[in-house]
């Protein structure tokens, strides 16, 4: 297979090492890049400059989480750049008022010295329950979140409280789309990859069961094989 030039959005919080698995699995099909989020206040900003940043004049593209409301600006700015479009444990909507709030809580939580207990707080929500313990994992998040730190953090949070809706735009997705999610994701649940599966025209849906939210870090195997089915073009992926 061509190897293919592949762009990687990160997560909140989130640096690289969530994508080690993939970027080193993938090394025979993709040259990966991943650019760092952390500098933008506005999911249009954050957007613009990677689109000025990487490496590649078209190169196919997937976002974890935040990454993929990255993702979704960057189909409404450039979306001739994209030869391929990966949305992994994310939704289409605006937040709503209930996650507008937490974030707010947050974001006063960061300023006011309280940064690492959100990353601990936060752990059982963003894993499987039988990988709460599991340190390996754990591990990963913790310490990504302190190389992000907490002032990058607040821009994050504001870039995505402030973020357009996109359900209107799916059915402009005009490019071959992976819609992935771990099964018991609580924080972006199997609905809105349902409704991303349904609206855009070339997309197929693939759940990864006994996972939650990091699906990168939980299941790496299983993003991987989706991802490589993906990037071959493989029809065999799961129907929606």
Known sequence: MTIQPLVL???LLCDSAMWASQTAALADVARCDVPDLTRDDTMAAMAVRVLAEVPFERFALAGFSMGGYC?????RQAPERVTRLALMDTSPHQDDDERRAERERFITLAGRGGFMPITRLMVPSLVHPSRVDD???VRVIR???ERVGAAAYVRQQKAMMSRADSVATLP???CPTLVLCGEQDTRTTLAPHELMAREIPDARLV???DCGHMVTLERP???TAAMRAWLSGDQGLPPR
Do not use: H
């Not at 993702?71 to 189909?75: G, H, K, R, Y």
């Open 9 to 11: 959005l990160n997560g």
């Open 172 to 174: 402009c997705i005009a």
């Open 221 to 223: 195997e299983a993003v």
């Open 207 to 209: 759940t990864v069961p």
């Open 71 to 75: 993702a979704l600006e960057i189909m």
């Open 143 to 145: 310490e990504m979140g």
């Open 135 to 137: 340190e390996a994992v």
